[in-house]
């Protein structure tokens, strides 16, 4: 299996690992969008959470960008990350060496200081 393909597979199991992971209140699902060609990935949550400020039964919408991963020139870039541990960490878990993730949601004078490529 080529790097290419190999990336790709470890972000959709990574991806579809962080679906499973239940919100603590409200009625909130994931959705996942891999489009393979353009190297785009993304995790969506939305449902309805409650607003106990306004009322016992008040409720507002949630829809948002969890996790955007692409991958550009070859290398994991992580646009946008909602975990609470780190996606970064997971790749390096699974086997991809620091040089090829991109924190892309940081600077670039900030990734400069990182352990991670810079671009």
Do not use: N
């Not at 009625?27 to 607003?51: N, S």
């Not at 949630?62 to 996606?87: A, F, N, P, S």
């Amino acid at each position: 299996m080529d790097t290419l393909e190999q990336y790709r597979q470890i972000i959709c199991t990574i991806l579809t690992e962080h679906t499973k992971i239940p919100y603590s209140y409200g009625h909130i699902q994931h959705e996942t969008i891999f489009d393979k060609e353009q190297d785009r990935y993304l995790v969506m949550i939305l449902g309805r959470e409650p607003v106990p400020e306004l009322s016992v039964t008040a409720t507002r919408r949630v829809h948002g960008c969890l996790i955007h991963i692409d991958i550009i020139d070859g290398k994991i870039w992580i646009q946008r990350d909602g975990t609470e541990d780190g996606l970064a960490t997971e790749f390096v878990k699974a086997g991809i060496s620091k040089d090829r993730i991109v924190l892309g949601f940081r600077s670039e004078e900030l990734r400069e200081d990182s352990e991670f490529a810079i671009a």
